[in-house]
């Protein structure tokens, strides 16, 4: 287990609404980071972090911003949530000898109307 | 641009019925593939990781393979336990981040 916890678990919310997702890992891992899981699409990453404070764009960026002001936490903002952004969020950390070894949390599920 | 493509999209197997997964992949340059399994509703889980043609990981009754060109996830005398989707994902050596395929949907009945 590596200690990962994502908040929430599930939110339902409207278009134009702002939305924070939290990860919180318990180990001081460098390196973490945010994808969204959709049918047809696989997981795709966001953005992520390799620090306080330093961060960094993934393939699918737009509409989202993050923060990591502390090792532990790592936000995932979506300033005005729109129905594509409807999807399955998981933060991930690297914890492995290898970049690609990550370890997931549960997930959260939003759903944006 | 990197493309990773898993066969088949679902897969039906009996208890005990042997079968393969097939990840096939198109990067300039490999750094590593990784395989993950996936449970309903939970994020993916680690497996194993390849790094060259030739290389093999074993865990339990599953057996990843590599090529220059896919990678195979062997699976002997299956359980129902083991259904779930099984991922895999690449890293390129000029890139930093992962390239993940959609996964296959495996489904073990009694």
């Known amino acids: 287990d590596a200690g990962i916890t994502q908040s929430p678990r599930h939110k339902v919310t409207e278009t134009g609404t702002p939305v924070t997702l939290r990860c919180h890992q318990t180990e001081n891992h460098r390196y973490m980071y945010w994808y969204r899981q959709d049918p047809g699409h696989g997981l795709r990453l966001i953005h992520y972090?390799?620090?306080?404070?330093?961060?960094d764009k993934g393939e699918v960026s737009d509409g989202y911003s993050v923060s990591r002001s502390k090792t532990e936490d790592f936000l995932l903002t979506l300033e005005s949530a729109t129905s594509s952004q409807t999807s399955v969020y998981f933060c991930?950390?690297?914890?492995?000898?290898?970049?690609?070894?990550?370890?997931f949390g549960e997930g959260s599920r939003l759903t944006v109307l | 641009e990197d493309q990773v493509t898993q066969s088949p999209e679902a897969l039906r197997l009996q208890e005990g019925e042997s079968s393969s997964l097939n990840c096939s992949y198109t990067?300039?340059?490999?750094?590593?593939l990784f395989w993950y399994r996936q449970d309903p509703g939970k994020g993916p889980e680690f497996l194993f990781t390849l790094y060259s043609a030739g290389e093999e990981k074993e865990k339990e009754r599953l057996k990843a393979t590599l090529t220059k060109k896919e990678s195979f996830l062997h699976i002997t005398a299956p359980k129902p336990e083991d259904s779930a989707t099984y991922l895999c994902?690449?890293?390129?050596?000029?890139?930093?981040?992962?390239?993940f395929g959609e996964g296959t949907q495996l489904t073990v009945n009694p």
């Open positions: 991930a950390i690297s914890a492995g000898l290898a970049p690609g070894e990550l370890f």
């Open positions: 990067v300039s340059g490999l750094r590593g």
């Open positions: 994902a690449v890293h390129e050596t000029s890139g930093s981040r992962l390239t």
């Open positions: 972090s390799y620090g306080v404070k330093d961060t």
